[in-house]
Every structure is written in C-alpha cells, then in structure tokens.
C-alpha cells in the first residue's frame, strides 16, 4: 500500500501549487527538486528519476533544458526519509533547539552531467528562475547527503573535497572511498564493499561452489567491488570461469556478457551489478530463456521489487544475496500517508462545507487506520541509513553550537565545513531504533548484512526471506551464519546447485591440473604404491613409513608383512625334516660302527678319527636349524659361527683321515718311520689346531662387527624380509675361505692318494666327497648372492645340508655296506688282499 501511496504522493507533488508544498521546482535538474530554508541547510543527491534526456549540442541555437523520465521511487522514499528526519528534529527539544534546519534536495536523473551540475550548485547557492527564491535567501551548506551510487559519490566527493565540506553516503560502498587522503571529507552510514567483497567469497565457498561466473557494473561500485571478490575467492580456492563486465549505456557488452553467461558451464553467478545494470541484465536472460542459474548478489539490487515481473521471476528465483538490514522508522508511514492526504486533500482547506471537510479529515483517519506498518519494509532498508546521516550531521552541529537542551545554542551559525568534518568524526549517538551510530578511521560503519533469498510464494508473490547474516562486528568465527534449511534454490528447486569444473577426487588419488586451465579443474589420479591420499581433493599423496605400504584402495597405510624362513611353513619343514633326517642317519651310523669298532674296516682309518667326524656331522646338520625363525641378535651370532666352527671340525676330521692315509702308505715302504710323527696324539693336536683357528676368526668378528638383525626393505615393496646382517663381510668371507681352504688342501691330499694300492682306499672317497663339498659352496655362493629374502637362508641351509650328506655317504656309505651286506669282506685279509697279491 505505501508504494502506491509513494506515487500518488509524487503525482501530488508535481502537480500541487508551489505555496502548498516546502519550494518545487521541476523540469531542469540544476534546480532543486525540495527545498527549505532554515538556520542551517544540508544538501542531498538523489536518482529521483533513472533517465536524463541531453539535448544535442549544435552551437546553432540556444541549448534546450535537460529533461528527466522514468521515475525511480526507491530513492523518492530516500528523499522522503530526509526530510522527516529534518522536520522531527526541527520538532526536537533536545536536539538543535532553537535551530531550524533546511535543505536542498536534487534530482540527479541518474546522470554524471546532473550529479556535478547539482554539485555544483550547492556549493555556490540557489539561483532560481526569474530571480526568484523560496522563502527568502539560501543559507550555507553544512552537509550534503548522497549519492546514491558510488561512481557518483566518487565525482562529488572529489569535487567538494577541496573545500572540505562533508559529504555522507548511505549508500555508496566502493572501497575506494574509503581512501582517506582522496576523500578527507567523505562519511558513510554504509560499510565498505571490501566486506561484503569478501562475505560473497564466504557464501560461496560455504556452499561448496568452487566454479563460478563473476559478472559486475563496468564503474567504480562493481569494479572494486569485483577486485575485492576475486582476490578473497583465489585465497579459497574458489575458480571463477568468467568475468565479464557492462554498463548500462553499453549494448554491444551487455550481449557478450549474456553469451558468456549462455557458454558457461559454471552454474553459479556473482552479480557484483548496481540497481540499473542488474534490471538491463535481467531482462535480457529473460528474453534469452537462460534460467536455472544460482545468482549470488550484492546489496544494490538484491531486495529491489522492480525487477519482478511474471518472465524475470524464472531468473531471479532463489537469488541469494547480503542486503541492508531492515529497520523500521517509527511514525515514517504516518507521515507518508498524512504527506499524501495533506497535499491531495487538505483538512484545512477553507473552500466547502463543514460536512466536506469532516469527511476529507475522516477519510484520513481511515487511510491511516488501513495501513500496515510491516508492508514494503524491505524497500526501506536504505532509509535508515538516511535517517542516520541526518541525525549524524545534527549531532555534529549540535556539538559544535555548544548547544544545552531547551535553552538554545552558544554560538554563532556561522560554521566552517572543516569544522563539521572533524565534529563528524567524533560523533557516538544512538538512534531511536536502537542503532548506534559512529564513525571509524574510513569515515564508515560496522559492516552488517542480512542473507537473503528469494521465495516465491504460493500466491506467486516474491519475498525476501532472510535466512542468515554477516556481522564484521563479531569475532571471525561467529560472522558469517546462515540456516541452508530456509533456503529455496534456483529455479524454485530445494537441492542446492552443484557447481564445479572437475568432481571431487576421492580418497586414493590427488588431484592433477589440467594444462592452460584454472587450479579447479583437474584430473584425479590414483597414488602410487606405498603411497596414499586420506582425504578428498588431496593435492598430493603422502609417502607411507618405511615399515607401511599403501592398501589396494590407496587411502590407509598398513603395515607390511614380515617375511622370514620360519619354523611354520612348508619351505621350513621341509629344511627341518631333512636336517633331522641327516642328524638320525649319522646317529645310526655312528651306533653302527660303535657295534662293529673291533672290525677290521672301522680299525682300518683311526675309528676315533671316525667318530669325530660323525660327531661333527651331526652339529653341522643341527647348526641348519639355528638358521631358521625369527631372526634375534643372539640367532644372528650362533648361525654363523656355529656353521663355521663345526664345518671346520668336520673337515679337519677329513683332512686327518687323509694324512693318515697317505702316511699309513708311507709307513709300509721298508726304513720309513712316518708314523710315529702323525699318530692318535699327533692327529687329536691337527684337528683341534684346525679348529682353533676358526674359533680366533669368529671371536674377531664378534669382536669387531658382529652379525646382527635387519629389516630389509630393498627387494619388494610390499613386505619386510627379516634377515641376519653380516655385520663385517669380511668376517664371513674369511670364514668361508678358511673352511674352503682346508676342503681343497683335503681334496689334493686325497687326489694323491686314490692311486695307494689298497683293496680298501678310502683316498677314493675322500676326493669324491671333497669334490662334492667344494662344487656345492662354489655353487652356493653366486646363487647366496641373488637369491632374495628367505631364500638367501634357504640356499645356505640347503648348502649346508647337502655338503653334510654328501660327506656323510661318500666316506661312511662304503663302509657301512661292507659291514651290513658284505660281512664276509670285513676281514684283514681281505682288506690286504691286493696289497698282497701285487707283492707276491
């Protein structure tokens, strides 16, 4: 209802006689559109029409007047707001008593032309047609209000600068006025787009929008604007498609926004427009049927009801925007409805009857009785800020005349602009509404904003529904809140708009820029092994421990198996059957010959040498199993030098039986006295000199760099093979070779010796099982190399093994056939059968 009471009252007031009404003057927008004389007078700008008609300048004739059309009521309100507060503060007994103000209030037409002429002539005083003047002579300027937009605002800031006369926006928010050394005089009742640059960045991405359009007036407001959003969108991670830019006298860039807008694949828009770009912009996404794109706004245009119409509501359905926050004017409606009333049908007019004017006065009554306090509330969220300013400036003055309640001011009125301009900067008052009004080091506000949404209503009726908030005021956490559950989307959808150039990388892959294409589109690539992405949108994949490797979904890391030759498996049972296999076999030989040690055949080669040497094979086939298990620092140690000592033992044995051999030949030959210098005590002193040697090696290399556990994680990445570290390798070789040297001294003695002449020569199988033991540890030690994790110990135990048997047959074997199938041959005669035959 008020909106229509605002245009009657507008058709009124061009219409009303001039003496009706405070000074009108239409038809040229260098005059005043209100005027009112007082002690003290405060200038205003506002767009009261959006549409100036310039004449051509031909220089032929006289110029013809500038002419305006298309009336925009939204900032008619603005003007009307300015002028209630004046009248409810020249009413004020408190505030300025005994001070009338006035103004001066101009229609700028929305035109930079109309904005520096209207400036112009406030800073110079009224002239007015014909000599004329309303109401006597205008006094100075202490103030001017306005503009409404902020590229103007930046003209007349500029312009008034000089001569530090203060100017108060309540709505201009470009950044750039905030620069005090440019605009030293410049106030605002509104905050700085470099929060609400910033809030949009945060609606943005706390919706998860991290593909969006940006589009913004071609001026200072969205220019700066924009730059603000765009800087705190790069800081989020926010990708913005597109930013493209017009203005509203501009056609050509206004379709190629609207074609980039068409092309796009973002599915959100950051409209950084002011009030006239954004209803040309609508329009023409009308007209093109482009819909279903989430708008994301700014205060300029977010809550305005001119754009509503039954083909824009399919494009601005679901916008979600920061507007001014709602405040209520107390008595602002009665007065508008009482403005109307008075100018169209005054009480007081003398033509009529009592009866006539009973019924005018009465229809008022019942005009004030049908309005709605709550209805077009959010058409006044910029009123505030107007009422503010004029009660900023009033506060100012009231500082500055020294005045003390009913009893009047001090001073005199003549007042220096700078003089208001320092007094605003220290003004702190709170206004009727509960507002508290103050101004920071910018000459702004606390920012603070409601989020709205647009709602389309089952009547069809369009509402803003406030459905969160930005305080900058509040600590950072608390600012910026919003309630998603209250919000109606695009298109009147309830799911919220996905808008992303690549989908989300899971968990498992990172995310990989896609060449000449911004950081938001990627491609998503699985870890490598051993790596791993716990996270979505991962950048990079993280490097699992050493002792971790990745799981086949890429996102854990597990810890790898421990492989080692181990009792429990079958490689391991196998090894340990055969071991005891080899210690059962040398027992029974061992009983064997113990049963037969009277015979000739266990006589023949020193039975003690014998025994020795099956005790010793049998250590070597137990000393295999050390090397089996879990390996520990004390397994470590034993493996190696159990394996070392015992084969030197065993081949010590050997090597005695060998030189008994060849010396036994020796012994035969007639004057030789060969063997009283190798006899039991002799060989006895060999073997255990032998052994001793090794024993010096291996204490050495415990000494000095002993074997020890590892865990070695070189051969396969996806398991631990738990091994023994030589610790000195060349301890280990020279274990090795000295077991290898005394196996080939053994192999030459007893190469010299197969040709004894003997029916029984054990020479001959000595060289095979030396021949045997030295082709298995020539064989074992390429493949001990290359052979990797439990197989490495799998090869040495089947060296040790092997060698074992093969000792254990080729010199115990014969013998052992003798004395179980062939009984009969186990006789000294027979043994030195040949011998005697060749000597015979």
């Given amino acids: 209802m008020l909106l229509v009471l605002y245009t009657l009252l507008l058709f009124s007031l061009l219409h009303a006689k001039t003496g009706d009404i405070p000074c009108l003057m239409m038809g040229d927008p260098k005059y005043p559109l ?6 003290v007078t405060i200038g205003a700008l506002f767009p009261i029409h959006r549409i100036e008609t310039v004449p051509s300048f031909e220089f032929t004739q006289k110029p013809q007047l500038l002419s305006c059309t298309s009336v925009n009521l939204r900032d008619f309100r603005l003007a009307q707001i300015m002028i209630f507060a004046i009248e409810e503060i020249n009413r004020s007994e408190n505030l300025l008593p005994n001070v009338s103000m006035g ?4 229609d700028t037409c929305s035109s930079r032309m109309s904005s520096m002429s209207a400036t112009m002539e406030l800073m110079n005083g009224p002239e007015f047609v014909a000599g004329k003047r309303c109401n006597g002579q205008g006094s100075p300027i202490q103030a001017i209000i306005g503009e409404t937009e902020s590229s103007a605002t930046v003209i007349l800031s500029r312009t008034t600068g000089p001569f530090k006369i203060p100017v108060i926006s309540h709505a201009a928010s470009c950044e750039c006025l905030s620069d005090r050394k440019d605009h030293p005089s410049f106030f605002r009742t509104f905050a700085s787009d470099y929060y609400q640059g910033r809030a949009l960045a945060y609606i943005v991405k706390h919706f998860g929008w991290s593909w969006v359009g940006a589009v913004n007036s071609d001026n200072d407001y969205g220019n700066n604007g924009m730059a603000i959003f765009l800087n705190a969108a790069q800081k989020e991670g926010i990708c913005v498609e597109y930013s493209v830019k017009f203005y509203r006298t501009e056609p050509e860039k206004l379709k190629k926004v609207v074609d980039a807008i068409k092309k796009s694949t973002a ?7 002011s009030f006239f770009e954004m209803g040309l912009l609508v329009d023409q996404l009308s007209i093109q049927n482009i819909t279903g794109l989430q708008l994301v706004g700014v205060e300029g245009w977010i809550t305005s009801k001119n754009y509503i119409t039954p083909k824009t509501v399919r494009v601005l359905e679901g916008s979600l925007g920061f507007a001014v926050r709602k405040i209520n004017i107390e008595g602002f409606a009665d007065y508008v409805i009482k403005s109307f009333w008075d100018t169209a049908f005054p009480c007081s007019e003398s033509q009529g009857n009592d009866s006539q004017i009973e019924l005018k006065c009465r229809r008022y009554q019942d005009l004030l009785a049908l309005k709605n306090y709550n209805e077009d509330v959010p058409e006044h969220r910029y009123s505030s800020n107007v009422y503010k300013a004029i009660y900023a400036v009033a506060n100012s003055l009231h500082s500055l005349l020294k005045c003390n309640g009913p009893e009047g001011c001090e001073n005199s009125l003549t007042i220096q602009p700078q003089q208001v301009v320092e007094s605003l900067k220290k003004v702190n008052f709170t206004v009727k509404m509960g507002d508290h009004v103050w101004f920071d080091n910018t000459g702004a506000t606390v920012a603070q904003y409601e989020v709205v949404n647009w709602q389309q209503e089952s009547g ?11 305080d900058a005021s509040l600590p950072t956490d608390q600012r910026f809140v919003v309630n998603t559950e209250n919000i109606i989307w695009a298109g009147g959808q309830l799911k919220k708009p996905h808008s992303v150039c690549s989908e989300s990388c899971p968990p498992g892959t990172r995310k990989a820029a896609q060449k ?4 938001c589109c990627y491609d ?3 870890c490598a092994d051993g790596e791993i992405s716990n996270e979505t949108d991962s950048n990079n994949c993280k490097q699992c421990p050493g002792e971790y490797l990745s799981n086949a979904e890429k996102n854990k890391c597990v810890l790898k198996a421990v492989e080692f030759l181990s009792f429990t498996e079958v490689m391991g049972i196998m090894l340990v059957f055969f071991s005891l296999f080899g210690v059962g076999l040398t027992v029974l030989v061992a009983i064997l010959f113990y049963s037969k040690k009277d015979t000739p055949i266990v006589k023949a080669n020193n039975s003690e040498l014998s025994f020795l040497l099956l005790f010793s094979l049998t250590l ?10 879990r390996p520990t620092e004390w397994s470590c140690m034993l493996r190696h030098t159990a394996f070392g000592i015992t084969f030197v033992l065993c081949i010590s044995c050997v090597l005695g039986k060998t030189i008994v051999v060849l010396m036994a030949f020796k012994a035969t030959l007639p004057g030789s006295n060969v063997m009283k210098w190798f006899g039991p005590s002799q060989q006895r002193l060999s ?5 001793l040697i090794q024993v010096l090696i291996c204490v050495l290399w415990l000494t000095l760099s002993p074997p020890f556990p590892q865990k070695n994680m070189k051969y396969y990445k996806e398991k631990i093979i738990l091994e023994c570290s030589l610790g000195s390798t060349i301890g280990f070789w020279a274990v090795l070779g000295y077991i290898g040297l005394l196996a080939v001294m053994c192999f030459i003695l007893a190469f010299l010796a197969r040709t004894l002449p003997d029916n029984f020569n054990e020479a001959k199988f000595i060289t095979f099982s030396m021949l045997i033991f030295c082709a298995v540890w020539i064989t074992f030690i390429p493949a001990y190399v290359s052979s990797p994790g439990k197989f490495t110990v799998a090869v040495e135990i089947f060296a040790i093994l092997f060698s074992s048997v093969g000792l254990l047959f080729c010199i115990f074997a014969p013998k052992c056939y003798i004395i179980l199938l062939k009984p009969e041959q186990n006789t000294k005669q027979h043994m030195m059968g040949k011998t005697t035959s060749n000597f015979y």
């Fill in 524 to 526: 998503c690539i699985p």
């Fill in 267 to 273: 599915k959100v828009i950051v409209a950084f427009v």
């Fill in 34 to 39: 209100f005027f009112k004389a007082g002690d």
């Fill in 103 to 106: 103004y001066s209030i101009y």
């Fill in 516 to 519: 000449g294409r911004p950081v």
């Fill in 620 to 629: 070597c086939f137990l000393c295999s199993l050390t090397f089996i298990g």
């Fill in 687 to 691: 073997v255990l000199a032998f052994t």
């Fill in 460 to 470: 069809g009726t369009i509402q803003f529904k406030p459905v969160g908030y930005y």
